[in-house]
C-alpha cells in the first residue's frame, strides 16, 4: 500500500464523480433509466474503491457500521413508511396519488422518496456486505507480502 | 434452422441454465457450487428479458415519434430477481466462509466425513 | 379504516416491525416489541378470518392500481385460515423465545434475530395472501433468505451446513418457480391468478404451459419437501435453534403447501391436472414418502430428527388430499395443514424444554426425565396422542377427513397406508415416551438436578397441546373454514 501513488491520485479524482453519477441516477431514476437500486450500487462502489486504496479502517471511519446498520433501517422505514402515509390520507397502501394535491404531482413525490428508501438500503447493505466479508481472515492490504512468505 | 438460429436465445438460455445446475450437482467445492447457483439464475434472468423483447421495439422510455415500445415489465421483475440474487449470493458466501472457519475446509466430502468421524 | 385496510397491514405490520426491531439496543426490547406486532397480526388475523368465514372474497389493490395490471392482495376463506395459523404459531412463539433465544442465541446478536424472525412472519404472511404470482416469489425469498439465516444460527457446527445445504436446495427450487413464472407469463402476458386462471384453460394443450407446470411443481415440491425432495429439512431442523425450528415447523412447510394448493386448484384447474399424470404421481410419493419417512423417523436417536422425519411423512398426508383432487380431500388438506401446525409446534417447544433444561436433543440422554419434568411429558404425550391421530384429538380429524376422501374414491391402498402409517407413529412416539418415562435415570451429570422447564416455556407449549385438544372436539373453525374454502377452490361442487 506504499507505492500506489497513481491509484489514489486517479481514485480522489474518480470517487466524487462516481458518487456524482450515483446521485444523478438516483434522482433521474423518476423519468430515466435509473432508480435506487442502481443508484444504491453506485455510490458504494465509490466508497468500496476507497476502500480498496485506503484501507478498510479509514473507509470505516468515513462511514461507521453502526450507522450502517441504522442506514439499512431507515430506507427500509422510508418505503413502508410511505405506504402508510398514503394510508393515512386516505389512499391504498403505497398509493402514490394522494400524496399531492394532483395525481401526476403525487405520484412523482411518492417514486421519488421510495426510490431515496431502496437507495440509502441498498447502498448501506453493500457495505456492509462488503466490510463483514473483508473484516474476516487476512487484512486485504498484506496479501502480496504475505503470499510470498507461505 | 429457424428452429435454432430464430431461437438462439431460447437455446442460450437452456444451455447456460444446464451448465450451471450441473455445476450445483456435481461440484463438491462449495463456493464452486455457489458460482453454478449464480449461473443457473443468470439464465433465468436472460429468458425473463428475452420474452421482453418486442420485435422492431424502441427502449422503453417515452419518446417522441416512437410508437412501439419494448415490454418493460420482466425487466422490472428481473431487477428484483438479481437483487435476490445478489442477496443470496451473500448469504451462500457468508455461510461458506463461516464452514472453512468451523470445519478448515470448504470440500463437501471433508465436511462430511468430519461430521460423521465424531 | 383499519377495517378496508386490514388485509395489507397483517403483512405490513410485521415488514415496518423488522428494521425497527433491527436498530433497537440488545435486551429484552427487541424481543418485547416483535412480540407484540405477533399478536397484534393474530388478532387481525383473526378479525380478517370472520370477514372472509361467509364465503366472500377481501381484494385489495396495492397502490390503488387495479387488477390485473396492479399486485393484488387476494383473501378468502382458505388463505385466511393459513394466515390465522402462521400468525398464531408466532404469537405462541414468540413468548416462549425469550428464555430459549437468551440461551441458545449470543446477546448481541439478539435484536438482529428478532428482525430476521420479522421479516421470515413477514415473508410466510405475504405468501398466503398475495393473488399476484410473482409477488409471491418475492415475498417466499424474503421468508427462505431470513430463515437460512435463522437456521445457521444453531449452535453446532452442521447448524451452517445444513443453512447452506438449505440454501442451495431452496435456491434452486424458487428458480424453478421464476422459470415456470416466466413461461406462463410468456404465454399469456399476465402475472395476476385470477386473470391466469381465466387465460390459460384455451392453452392447456400447449407444450409451454406444461413445461411452465413441472416446473412450478417441482420447484415447490422442493421447497415443502415433499419425498424424495425432502434431503434439506431434516438437517435444517435438528440443529436450528429450537425456536426457529418450533416455528419453522409449524408454517414454512405448511405455506408452500398452501401455495401447491392455490396454484393446483386456483391457478390451473384440476381438470388440468387430470390430464398430466400428476395426481397419480403426487399419491404414490406420497405414499412411499409416509411409509419411509415413518420408518426413518423409528431409527432416528436425535429427537428433533425423529419429529423432523415425521414431518415430511405428515406433508404426505397433505400432498395425498391434493392428489385425490376432491372436496373431502382438500378439507383434509387444509385441516390437516392447520392441525399438524398445531401437533408439531407443541412437539417441538416440549422438546426444546428440555434441550433447554439438559442442554441436548439426544433420546438416549432423556432417560428418567419424565418423572422430574412431568409437564413436559405430559405435554409429549398429548402432542404424541395427536400425531398418531388418537379420537379426542385435532390429529383424528384431519386422519378421518382424508380416510373418507380416500374411500370416496375407493383408493383402498391409501387407507391401508394412513393406517399404517399411524400405526409407526405410535412406534415412534413410544420411543420418546419409553426413554423419558420408563427408563431408569441416568445418573449422569446432565440431568441429576433437572427440575421442571420454567413457566414461560411451559404455558406456550400447554396453549398449543390445549388447542390440539379443542380442536380434537370443535372443528367448527378447522372444517368449517374449509368446507366455506372449496367452495372457492372448486368451484361446481355442492355441498
Redesign the interface.
Known sequence: MKHNLILKVVSKFLIPLIFLFALYVQFHGDFGPGGGFQAGVIFSAGIILYALVFGVDSAKKVIPLHILRVLASLGVLIYAGTGVASLLLGGNYLEYGVLASTQLAGQHIGIIVIELGVGITVMAVMLIMFFAFAERGRPIEDVEDKEGSQ | MDLIIGHYNYWLVIII?MAG?YT?ISRGN?VK?IAG?NI??VS?FM??IS?GNVKDGAVP?IEKGVTLYSNPL?HV?I???I??GV??T??????????K???GTIEEDE?HNQ?HSL | MIESHLSLLIVALPLLAAPIVAVLPNGRMPWAFSTLVSWAVFAMACLQLINVSTGNVISYELGGWAPPWGIEYRIDAANALVALIVAGIAAVTLPYALKSVEKEIPQQQHSLFYAAFMLCFTGLLGITLTGDIFNLFVFLEISSLSSYALISLGKQRQALTAAYQYLIMGTIGATFFIIGVGLLYAMTGTLNMVDLAQRLPELYEHRTIQTAFAFIMVGFALKLALFPLHLWLPNAYTYAPTVVTVFLAATATKVAVYVMLRVVFSVFGFTFIEDTPTDELFIILCIAGILMMSFYAIYQHDAKRLLAYSSVAQIGYMMIGIGLGSALGITATLVHLFNHALMKGALFMAIGAIVYQIGSSRIEDFSGLGKKMPWTFAAIVVGGLSLIGVPGTAGFISKWYLILAAIEQQHWLIVVVILLGSLLAVIYVWKLVEALYFKPATESSKTVSVQEAPLMLLIPTWLLVLANVYFGFNTELTVGTAETAIQLLLPGTNK
Open positions: 441454465m445446475f450445483v462449495l457450487k447457483l443457473f439464475q433465468v429468458l425473463y420474452i422510455i420482466p421483475l431487477l428484483t430477481a437483487v435476490v442477496a443470496t451473500a448469504l451462500g458466501l457468508a455461510l461458506v466462509v463461516r464452514i472457519e468451523a470445519y465436511i461430521d
